[in-house]
C-alpha cells in the first residue's frame, strides 16, 4: 500500500494488514457455495445432506466423514465445526462446507507429501515442516507438546492421520485466535480477561 | 463485560474483579477488591492477588488431615473451607505444590508423616496392580464407586493439577493431595447446589466459582455450563465430576492469565509460543 510504512515485522505470520480478509460483510450473506466450487464438492454436500434441510449437522458430517476413511469421534467433529463458524452450532451450510472440504484435502495432501516413508506417521519434525507449510510456524516446545496431546498410541513420538487432522483443527483454531488479537506485526496478542477466556474454553472444553 | 463485582462497575481498564473469601465464607457476601491500575499500588491485603492465608502452597491444607477425615466424597460440614484462591485445586498451579521446600518434588513420592490411615488405606485399594503408582485408570475405578461416574478426562485434569505434569501416574503425595482437594470439592459442590438437585446451574455456579474468587461474566458463565453440560445443552446444568473440571480450568485458565497480567490491569500479552504452551495442557484429549 502506497505510503504506508509498516512496522519491522516480529510477527511470526507475516504481515496481517487490517481488512485483509475481504468482505466484511460476508458472514451475513446466506451461506451458498462460492461460484466456481468445483461440482464434486456440491456433490459431497448433497450426498451428506441426508435429511435434505439444507445444512449439515454435526451426525450427518460425522458419518459422511467416516466414509472417507475419517474416525473423528463427535467432540472432534464439534471442534471441526466450532473452527469453520466460530459458533457453537451444531450445522454448517454449503459455504462453511466448502471450506472444510477444502481444508481437508489440503491437510490431506500436505500429510501424504511429508510421510515420506509412507508409514502413515508423521513424526514430530516432518510435523513442524507440515504446519509450517499449512502456515503455521509452531515452535519445537509446542510440537513436542502436541504430539504428547494428539499421539493416541501413547508411545509419543509420531502422529497418524486422524490424529494429525485432530491436530491441525486445534492448531488452526487457536492460531486463528491468536491473529486476531495480534497487533500488526509485533508477535505480541494482547487479551482481557474475558476475550482469553472466551476465545480458549470453546478448544479446551469441546 | 467480565470484571463486574457485585454491581460496582469495575475502574476503567480493570480487566476482572477479584473476590475475596477470608475463611469461612458461609453465606456472607464476600468484600470485593476491584484494584485501581492506576495512581498507588493496593495495599498488600487489598490486593486481588494476595495470597490467602493457607492457599497457595501454604503446606496447612494439605498436610494436615481434616478434622473427621472418613470415607471419600462424603458430605463434612465441619471440613475446613479451602477458600481465597487455594480452592481445592493444586497448589499454586500444580508442580510439587503444597510443600516449603523447593526439593520436595525430587524426593520420591511417600506418604507425608501424620497421614491419615484411611488416606493410606483408600490408596492401597485403589492401587490395584500392586504398583505403588496409582494410574489414571486405576483413579477413575476408585472415584467411580459412589453411583458416579467419573470421566478420564477430569482423572487427567486432576493428575495435572497435582504434578504439573502429563504423567499418568501418581505417587502417594499426589494421591494424598487429591484426596483431600476431592473432598474440599465434595463439600463446595454440596454446597452450591442449593436445590440439591445433583447439578449445578449457571447462578450455583458462578457463586461456587466466586467463593474460589473468580469473576467471571454472564457470558463465559453461559459458555461454562453449555460445554459442561453432559446432556448437551439440555439441562443447562454441570454434573459432579464436570464441576471440578470446569472449576480446575477456570483456575488453571485464570492462574496463567494472571502469570502474564502482571501489571494487574486486566489484560495479559502472550506471544504465538506463550499462548500455544499455556492453552495446550489444558485440551484434554
Known amino acids: ?206 | 463485560m467480565s470484571g463486574y463485582n457485585n454491581n460496582n462497575p469495575p475502574p476503567h481498564g480493570y480487566g476482572y474483579g477479584y473476590a475475596y473469601t477470608a475463611g469461612s465464607g458461609a453465606g456472607a457476601a464476600p468484600p470485593t477488591y476491584a484494584a485501581s491500575p492506576y495512581g498507588a499500588p493496593p495495599p498488600p491485603t487489598a490486593s486481588p492477588y494476595a495470597p490467602a492465608p493457607s492457599a497457595y502452597g501454604a503446606p496447612q491444607p494439605y498436610s494436615q488431615p481434616p478434622s473427621r477425615p472418613g470415607d471419600k466424597p462424603h458430605k463434612h460440614e465441619s471440613a475446613p473451607s479451602y477458600h481465597g484462591g487455594g480452592g481445592g485445586g493444586g497448589g499454586g498451579g500444580g508442580g510439587g505444590g503444597g510443600y516449603g521446600s523447593p526439593f520436595a518434588a525430587l524426593v520420591p513420592s511417600t506418604f507425608p508423616p501424620g497421614t491419615d490411615p484411611s488416606v493410606v488405606a483408600c490408596f492401597q485399594i485403589a492401587d490395584q496392580d500392586g504398583s505403588g503408582l496409582i494410574d489414571d485408570k486405576e483413579l477413575q475405578r476408585a472415584l467411580s464407586s459412589y453411583n458416579q461416574s467419573f470421566s478420564l478426562r477430569t482423572v487427567h485434569l486432576l493428575m495435572y493439577t497435582f504434578t504439573g505434569t502429563n504423567t499418568r501416574k501418581i505417587g502417594p503425595k499426589e494421591f494424598t493431595q487429591v484426596f483431600y482437594s476431592l473432598q474440599n470439592w465434595r463439600a463446595i459442590f454440596e454446597r452450591f447446589d442449593r436445590d440439591r438437585s445433583g447439578r449445578i446451574d449457571a447462578s450455583e455456579l458462578q457463586e461456587a466459582l466466586l467463593s474460589l474468587g473468580y469473576t467471571v461474566s454472564p457470558v463465559v458463565l453461559d459458555l461454562l455450563v453449555s460445554k459442561f453440560d453432559k446432556t448437551g445443552g439440555k439441562s443447562k446444568a454441570i454434573e459432579y465430576d464436570n464441576f471440578i473440571e470446569c472449576c480446575l480450568t477456570v483456575k488453571g485458565l485464570t492462574e496463567k492469565f494472571k502469570e502474564k497480567d502482571t501489571n494487574y490491569s486486566g489484560s495479559a500479552n502472550f506471544t504465538y509460543e506463550s499462548f500455544m504452551l499455556t492453552v495446550l495442557p489444558f485440551l484434554i484429549a
Not at chain 1, 99 to 116: A, I, K, M
Not at chain 1, 173 to 198: C, I, P, Q, R, W
Open chain 1, 1 to 206: 500500500m502506497a505510503g504506508m510504512v509498516l512496522p519491522p515485522n516480529a510477527s511470526p505470520f507475516g504481515y496481517i494488514l487490517p481488512g485483509s480478509n475481504a468482505n466484511p460483510f460476508a458472514s451475513l450473506l446466506p451461506s451458498s457455495f462460492p461460484p466456481g466450487t468445483p461440482q464434486h464438492i456440491i456433490e459431497a454436500f448433497r450426498y451428506s445432506d441426508k435429511d435434505g434441510n439444507g445444512f449439515i449437522d454435526d451426525k450427518e458430517l460425522k458419518a459422511v466423514l467416516s466414509t472417507c476413511d475419517h474416525g473423528f469421534s463427535l467432540r472432534t467433529i464439534h471442534l471441526l465445526m466450532y473452527s469453520f463458524t466460530s459458533t457453537n452450532t451444531r450445522v454448517i451450510g454449503p459455504r462453511e462446507f466448502v471450506q472444510l472440504f477444502t481444508s481437508l484435502q489440503q491437510w490431506r495432501d500436505v500429510f501424504e507429501r511429508n510421510d515420506r516413508d509412507r508409514n502413515g506417521k508423521i513424526d514430530s519434525y516432518e510435523l513442524q515442516q507440515t504446519l509450517q507449510t499449512l502456515g503455521y510456524p509452531v515452535p519445537p516446545t509446542v510440537l513436542n507438546l502436541l504430539v504428547l496431546k494428539f499421539d493416541k498410541s501413547g508411545r509419543n513420538y509420531a502422529l497418524s492421520y486422524d490424529n494429525f487432522i485432530e491436530c491441525c483443527i486445534v492448531v488452526k483454531g487457536l492460531s486463528d485466535k491468536f491473529k486476531e488479537k495480534e497487533t500488526v506485526g509485533t508477535g505480541f496478542a494482547t487479551f482481557t480477561y474475558e476475550t482469553f477466556l472466551l476465545s480458549v474454553l470453546p478448544f479446551v472444553v469441546a
